[in-house]
């Protein structure tokens, strides 16, 4: 029978009335939105980049040079380590496969040096006979690093190009290594761009004055805890100068280390500890200001650390008085002033020779943190407002046009009742799909709307296939009530098979799918899904109403 | 009652559909092996999201565009292959460009975009050979800030502390040979805009690198094949495997005929485009499982009848729902042809091709591989007796 308890009733309306309320925000007027809690006005659904304009990058982040890095630094603490255990080696070095190999001079201490490798990274996996040690990372701990590179960036992105908050980026994943970045509504990615581009990493350093005591440009030999590294005037200096070794150092691949720069262009250099006193990642804030008048009123930058950080860096200049503490940033030393007293208020400052312009950048890319990765564009798009709006008023017109012919070609066919029936049945799974992508927060394309068309026109398919198998149990004889019940059950099996292979492609589109595909496939599942639930459900029930009420002797169909 | 019931269909049609067969199945196999034809001679008309490249829309400030006049200026500006089509409506274009190299021509193009966008005091020339250097020449001095904004005049951005500090009136910047290639996509809008900005707004623009399209390919390659083979385990676990293949038959003749038509009338190859393939090789299921349906059911009831017999059977008794659930996507589909703008066109022609001959295909294609499988009624009673036997 085509019955439905009266709870099931109630459940469906009560089902479709909260599918209408979330979906009314998108039509809510801005004075309207402004009364409302936030929490509600703010689900609607938002207008993708080719609907309202503006800028799209897809980022590529070389995750090769992360890696590299990592293996160098792993190699360095190798080497520490079994100095410190006294184990003798020929040599450790970073193979481009990415594994690291140490040669031991003595297999007989293996056991001794595996146990310090151990020391090192418990993660690392270990191989290798004889006096060979190989070691690398396991697959899952390399796709977990690169993810959180990755997932690092993307927050720092933010950052970024959001500071305000207002501007409402969209900031993904895409595939292994890149990153995907829309910004409505600017014209001009000049100044986007180059906050892109910087990776800022900012470390705090001591100089190791007794290398720099002995007054060699290039010390031949540095104790291991000690690497060099080049300042900025040494680096600018170089530039003027030769400018094509600027160049080799800019795109070497894999990255010079600042050591290699060095001691390869006799770059002026500072001998500095390895050890980093205190890293960007411990810097609560920065702002761009001016010295006082007394010391000349030159820009600035002011920094405050949070906890961590304050303690370690109070400790540190005030066990160092009178050395210096050189101030790195992405590989260059911009400054090494000396400390003069212990700096324990947890805040300090970067002079340099700044411009206004350069401290009120380089101060909100120390706020937002350093790039993990450095990140190269290699996908550029934008598109004016105007186009946009063109691009929703035929996508309007569209939807408009093809709900209303499928509406009136479904009344035409199955008449006022069970047309409206159809129609009825179709308008509440366009309202589900739109309370759905609104609390999904959803982007709707130009692609997303032409899946809302196809949508609609799929949507009344099941009703189609209802309303067909019942003209033919009543052709074979059925009464009324009978050919009603047997048409919707025996058509049951073919609109679910239907709907559920149409659902097949769509979740695959939306998982193989990038850019515009993604959008389509959105809006097509997510119709597919509701669909399953008015084509089911919602058109039982209205049957079953219309059939209590009405107690047709006869079908009008 | 002001409405009477409308039978778009007759109720009770008897056309010999399993008779034709042959003839269908020699049509189909001709348009199949044509299209693949087509695609290996002619290849897709590949958009910039495969093909990389620089796309712009421009639109005509006043009255209509002139195709062949702006054909003619941008051809003439040196950037390599330009092609243009109407975008839409009889205003608006889209040029496209083929990626630009990071040579010294590409510098040379500053150089004049420079010149004509700062005055002639300006220059821009290569820096060291093999490198990506830039040198620009100011003609009075200019501060860090003035050399940024100068700069981006160029569609060049750079870090502030790869600027002059002092004031100076040359300024070399430092960028590798892939920033520059990159930088040299924008030159090249640049200099577009330069050469028809009087008489055309420029609307969008687009440049995407080479390494994309290959990935996107492989990537929409995989999706069609995963569509497939899920649809078809689908149908398999739901019916007998005859029905699977069947349904994969028709499928693979949906999405060959489709990629026939794309390769027939030039349409922009897009993601877009990717999509209605996608969609389509899902839409082609959707009629077969209707007439899929029925025959499995009548297979049940008549158990005597010849297999020809019963899907013909099979095949006119659903007849007007399979054609009647086209129509209401078609209807829709025809609405995004005429109003969807052109972004959406080609994806629009592709998925009314696709409900055409996904019908089609359901009726004869997939019904017909079930006869060529021989499918036999026997052989289904003899599974369902096991069946029950079992149980």
New interface residues.
């Given amino acids: 029978m085509l019955n439905l308890p009266r709870w099931q009733t109630i459940a469906i309306i009560v089902f479709t009335a909260l599918a209408g309320l979330f979906a009314l925000p998108n039509v809510l007027p801005e004075s309207i939105d402004n009364v409302l809690p936030k929490w509600y006005a703010q689900n609607r659904i938002n207008l993708g980049l080719?609907l309202r304009g503006g800028a799209h990058f897809?980022l590529e982040a070389d995750l090769r040079g992360v890696m590299n890095e990592r293996l160098t630094n792993v190699s360095d603490s190798v080497r520490a380590e079994l100095r410190k255990n006294q184990v003798a080696f020929k040599e450790v070095s970073v193979e481009p496969n990415g594994h690291v190999l140490v040669i031991l001079r003595d297999e007989a201490q293996r056991a001794k040096a595996v146990e310090a490798v151990r020391a090192v990274d418990p993660t690392l996996a270990i191989a290798g006979t004889g006096p060979t040690i190989d070691l690398t990372y396991s697959e899952q701990d390399l796709f977990r690093k690169k993810k959180e590179v990755i997932d690092q960036s993307i927050e720092i992105l933010r950052r970024r190009v959001d500071e305000t908050g207002t501007i409402e980026p969209t900031i993904v994943r895409e595939?292994d290594d890149r990153i995907l970045l829309q910004v409505p509504g600017i014209k001009d990615?000049?100044d986007l761009?180059?906050k892109i581009?910087?990776t800022a990493k900012l470390t705090f350093h001591l100089v190791n004055e007794d290398v720099a005591a002995r007054g060699q440009a290039l010390p031949a030999t540095l104790p291991p805890t000690t690497s060099l590294v080049p300042t900025?005037e040494g680096m600018q200096a170089l530039?003027a100068a030769n400018?094509?070794a600027?160049?080799e150092i800019?795109?070497a691949n894999p990255r010079l280390t600042p050591e290699q720069i060095c001691r390869r262009f006799q770059v002026p250099c500072l001998p500095v500890f390895k050890r980093v006193i205190v890293g960007g990642e411990d810097l609560d804030d920065a702002k761009a200001t001016f010295e006082s008048q007394q010391n000349g009123g030159r820009p600035i930058i002011s920094f405050t650390f949070n906890a961590a950080g304050g303690r370690s860096f109070c400790a540190a200049t005030r066990q160092n008085i009178g050395k210096r503490l050189a101030i790195q940033l992405d590989n260059e030393i911009i400054s090494a002033p000396v400390v003069q007293s212990a700096i324990c208020g947890g805040s300090g400052i970067i002079t340099g020779?700044f411009?206004t312009?350069?401290t009120q950048?380089q101060a909100l890319l120390l706020r937002s943190g350093a790039l993990p990765a450095t990140l190269?564009?290699?996908?550029?798009?934008?598109?004016?407002a105007?186009?946009g709006a063109?691009?929703i008023h035929?996508?309007t017109?569209?939807?408009v046009?093809?709900?209303l012919?499928?509406m009136v070609?479904?009344f035409?066919?199955?008449?006022?009742l069970f047309g409206g029936f159809a129609n009825l049945a179709m308008s509440v799974n366009m309202l589900l799909v739109l309370a759905g992508m609104s609390i999904l927060g959803a982007s709707l394309t130009?692609?997303g709307?032409?899946g809302l068309?196809?949508t609609?026109?799929?949507s009344?398919?099941s009703n189609?296939?209802i309303y067909?198998?019942v003209?033919?149990e009543k052709?074979a004889g059925r009464s009324a009530l009978g050919a009603l019940t047997a048409g919707y059950e025996?058509a049951l099996?073919?609109v679910i098979?239907?709907n559920?292979?149409?659902?097949?492609?769509?979740v695959?589109?939306f998982?193989?799918?990038?850019?515009?595909?993604r959008g389509?496939?959105t809006s097509?599942s997510l119709g597919l899904l509701t669909h399953l639930f008015t084509a089911t459900i919602f058109t039982r029930m209205l049957l079953a109403t219309w059939m209590r009420w009405r107690r047709p002797t006869e079908l009008?169909? | 009652m002001l409405w009477k019931p409308l039978h778009l269909v007759p109720a009770n049609t008897k056309f010999d559909f399993m008779g034709k067969r042959k003839l269908a199945l020699g049509l189909s196999t001709l348009v199949n092996v044509l299209s693949l034809v087509g695609l290996a001679v002619f290849g897709l008309n590949f958009g910039i999201d495969f093909q990389g490249g620089i796309a712009i829309q421009v639109r005509a400030k006043e009255g209509v565009i002139h195709l062949d006049s702006l054909r003619a200026t941008t051809g003439a500006l040196g950037l390599g292959e330009v092609s243009l089509q109407s975008f839409g409506d009889d205003r608006t274009a889209l040029i496209r460009v083929q990626r630009q190299e990071g040579n010294n021509a590409c510098v040379a193009h500053a150089d004049a975009v420079m010149k004509h966008r700062a005055g002639e005091g300006w220059s821009v020339k290569p820096g060291a050979e093999g490198a990506g250097d830039v040198v620009f020449t100011a003609p009075g001095q200019l501060d860090s800030a003035g050399w940024r904004d100068a700069v981006s005049r160029v569609g060049l951005t750079v870090l502030e502390r790869e600027l002059p500090r002092a004031n100076t009136n040359v300024a070399k910047i430092d960028m590798t040979p892939d920033q520059r290639a990159e930088w040299c996509q924008q030159v090249a809008i640049k200099v577009i805009d330069d050469a028809i900005g009087s008489k055309y707004d420029i609307r969008s623009t687009e440049s995407v690198g080479p390494k994309i399209g290959a990935e996107l390919m492989h990537s929409g390659i995989i999706a069609v094949l995963a569509t497939m083979g899920a649809i078809v385990v689908y149908m398999w676990f739901r019916f007998e495997w005859q029905f699977g293949v069947g349904a994969l038959i028709a499928m693979l003749h949906d999405v060959i005929s489709t990629i026939g038509v794309f390769v027939l009338f030039r349409l922009d190859f897009s993601l877009t485009a990717l999509a209605a393939v996608l969609t389509i090789a899902g839409y082609s299921i959707n009629d077969t499982v209707v007439v899929f349906d029925r025959v499995r059911e009548n297979l049940r009831r008549y158990k005597k009848m010849n297999l020809v017999e019963l899907l013909n059977f099979s095949i006119n008794e659903t007849l007007s729902r399979t054609l009647m659930t086209s129509v209401t996507v078609f209807v829709a589909v025809a609405a995004l042809v005429v109003f969807g703008g052109p972004v959406l066109y080609s994806f629009s022609i592709a998925m009314l091709w696709g409900v055409i001959v996904g019908t089609y295909s359901s009726i004869w294609i997939a019904c017909a591989g079930l006869v060529f499988m021989k499918l036999r009624p026997e052989q289904l009673r003899h599974e369902e007796e096991g069946a029950k036997a079992k149980a």
């Fill in positions: 080719d897809l595939g990615t000049t761009k180059r581009n910087q900025r530039r400018p094509k600027f160049e800019q795109s020779q411009t312009q350069q950048e190269t564009i290699i996908e550029e798009r934008t598109v004016g105007d186009l063109d691009a035929s996508g017109v569209a939807a046009v093809g709900t012919l499928v070609f479904m035409v066919t199955y008449g006022p130009l692609p709307i032409a068309v196809l609609v026109g799929m009344v398919d189609v296939l067909e198998r003209r033919e052709a025996r099996t073919a098979d239907s559920l292979t149409a659902l097949i492609a769509g695959l589109l998982g193989f799918g990038s850019g515009p595909i389509f496939a097509l009008v169909l």
